[in-house]
């Protein structure tokens, strides 16, 4: 699949090996495209396709009051400076106000821009959520930003191919989050450097399709390129009827082409993973790099090197301890691995009659203005207050701290995101990655729990 989609999109080969890769849809934001634009003013150059590029504000963006002036100087500064960059080179923007506005990883899916055989690129690395559509998504730096602005095109090297098959049946109370926390696990953040990953098993096909955009958008968390995922029945109903969609008397023709896409029976991988469903658990991570994980049910490992102690005692845990019973401070629920509808849904059926440990605060940050309104009109907010729980307006959030939602600093964060280096949610601030579930059930109980033993 990689192969097809890839080889359709070669422009030309250059020397060294490398070929010049067209580019379907970019998306931009306001972190990585002001020196994109700046480099564009210096040469006196246009945008060479506007309507392939799509700007949004997330990462900088306050999650309350956002009908009020931004409060933080630089975060300020940062939307400002993409607002005048889009109406300086007529780029479609989805700003602050704006209905379609969110988390740019969950925002092109929900629209129908993400599609089945295209090439995706984003100043932004998780950017290989879009793969889970069977397309070919990555992030790129801000020199390859100016590059596509320019000619929708980037110089690349074709990486090297990668199959990781996941079968079997998923326990009780384990979710996609799990499985690419298990994955990353074994592999390692360095472990899949060099490739593009392709996921499929049954396991991977019984998958939503936000189950499935979860998994790929932590591929990058691994050292991968990118992953995808094989386009199906799921990936067509998704998609019918978005906004961006073909239209009804197009949309078979589009099905015939997606179908074309997928992976042939004899094709040849550079490697081949092979992971048991059932051996996969409820995942947590007790270090500073996602790879850092382990089942709820395990202990901290044993690792004789100084960056490993160094992590433990950022963390302040030790080897051979097990997280359960941990107590925490502060619960994150959102970012672009998992902030769209299901996850909330999957939130507030597990909170629903419950009530919020005193000791946690608890921020529930859709991660579009469309999910926000759809978690309202399905009345999830009302649960989420009942329960104790902050339900936010969309943006990236506490994800990381390029905004007002900072974890202080020495305290616990239980989070659904992707990231969990020193820092990466405010100067100081611990970060404990896990899925939905067992977030909501660390926010009930004010500390590390097993969520299956509160599952009927």
């Given at each position: 699949m ?7 999109h070669?422009v030309?080969?250059?020397?060294g090996?490398r ?5 379907d849809?970019h998306?931009i934001?306001?972190?990585t495209?002001?020196?994109a634009?700046?480099?564009?003013r210096?040469?006196?150059?246009n945008?060479f396709?506007?309507r392939k590029?799509?700007a949004t504000?997330d990462h900088?963006v306050?999650?309350?009051?956002q009908n ?11 939307v400002?400076t993409?607002i ?5 080179f007529?780029?479609e923007l989805?700003?602050l ?5 969110g988390?740019v990883?969950v925002?092109?899916?929900?629209l ?6 295209k ?5 932004d ?8 559509f069977g397309?070919?998504a990555f992030g790129?730096?801000t020199s390859?930003?100016?590059?596509v ?5 980037l110089?690349?090297q074709?990486?090297?191919?990668m ?10 109370g384990?979710?996609?989050k799990?499985i690419?926390?298990y994955?990353?696990s074994?592999m390692t953040v360095?472990g899949?450097t060099g490739?593009?990953?392709?996921y499929?098993g ?8 936000e189950?499935r955009?979860?998994v790929c958008n932590?591929?990058i968390e691994?050292?991968a390129?990118?992953g995808?995922i094989?386009?199906?029945q ?8 978005r ?6 008397k197009?949309f ?11 992976t042939d ?5 550079d ?5 048991d469903a059932?051996d996969?658990e409820p995942?947590i991570t007790?270090g500073?790099?996602?790879?850092m ?8 490992p ?7 102690s160094?992590?433990l005692?950022?963390m302040?845990?030790n080897?051979g301890e097990?997280?359960?019973?941990k107590q925490i ?16 849904r999957?939130?507030?059926?597990f909170?629903k009659?419950?009530?919020k440990s ?6 529930i940050?859709p991660?579009s ?6 978690a309202?009109q ?7 207050k009942?329960?104790?729980f902050?339900l936010r ?9 390029m905004?007002?939602d900072?974890?202080?600093?020495g305290e616990?964060?239980?989070s ?10 405010g100067p ?16 009930i109980?004010?500390?590390?729990v097993?969520?299956r033993?509160?599952?009927?």
């Amino acid at each position: 699949m990689f192969d097809k989609i890839w080889d359709q999109h070669v422009v030309k080969e250059i020397p060294g090996g490398r070929q010049v890769i067209y580019i379907d849809q970019h998306f931009i934001h306001e972190v990585t495209s002001p020196q994109a634009f700046a480099g564009m003013r210096k040469r006196g150059i246009n945008v060479f396709r506007k309507r392939k590029t799509l700007a949004t504000a997330d990462h900088n963006v306050p999650t309350l009051n956002q009908n009020q002036p931004i409060k933080e100087p630089l975060s300020k500064k940062q939307v400002d400076t993409l607002i005048q960059n889009c109406k300086d080179f007529d780029v479609e923007l989805y700003g602050l106000g704006h209905e379609r506005q969110g988390i740019v990883h969950v925002i092109g899916p929900e629209l129908g821009l993400t599609k089945p055989g295209k090439t995706i690129v984003c100043g932004d690395s998780h950017t290989s959520t879009h793969g889970a559509f069977g397309a070919i998504a990555f992030g790129i730096g801000t020199s390859q930003v100016e590059q596509v602005l320019s000619t929708q095109c980037l110089i690349l090297q074709k990486p090297k191919r990668m199959l990781i098959n996941v079968n079997g049946e998923l326990s009780k109370g384990t979710t996609a989050k799990d499985i690419i926390l298990y994955i990353i696990s074994k592999m390692t953040v360095g472990g899949c450097t060099g490739f593009f990953v392709e996921y499929a098993g049954d396991t991977i096909e019984r998958l939503s399709m936000e189950a499935r955009m979860t998994v790929c958008n932590m591929s990058i968390e691994m050292g991968a390129r990118g992953g995808l995922i094989a386009p199906d029945q799921i990936t067509y109903n998704y998609l019918k009827g978005r906004v961006f969609s073909p239209d009804e008397k197009e949309f078979n023709k589009a099905i015939s082409y997606w179908e074309s896409l997928k992976t042939d029976a004899n094709a040849e991988f550079d490697k081949v993973i092979n992971i048991d469903a059932t051996d996969i658990e409820p995942m947590i991570t007790y270090g500073t790099n996602p790879g850092m994980g382990i089942k709820i049910t395990e202990a901290i490992p044993h690792i004789n090197s100084d960056s490993f102690s160094k992590s433990l005692s950022y963390m302040n845990f030790n080897p051979g301890e097990n997280m359960i019973g941990k107590q925490i401070q502060n619960v994150f629920i959102g970012s672009c691995t998992n902030a769209r509808i299901e996850d909330l849904r999957e939130v507030a059926k597990f909170i629903k009659g419950k009530q919020k440990s005193l000791q946690v605060k608890a921020m529930i940050v859709p991660g579009s203005k469309q999910v926000e309104l759809q978690a309202r009109q399905e009345g999830l907010d009302k649960i989420f207050k009942q329960a104790g729980f902050e339900l936010r307006e969309a943006g990236c959030s506490a994800c990381l701290s390029m905004n007002e939602d900072k974890i202080p600093s020495g305290e616990y964060c239980v989070s659904t995101s992707n990231r969990n280096f020193e820092g990466r949610q405010g100067p100081g601030a611990r970060t404990i990655l896990v899925s939905p579930l067992m977030a909501a059930a660390a926010a009930i109980e004010g500390k590390i729990v097993d969520v299956r033993k509160y599952l009927n």
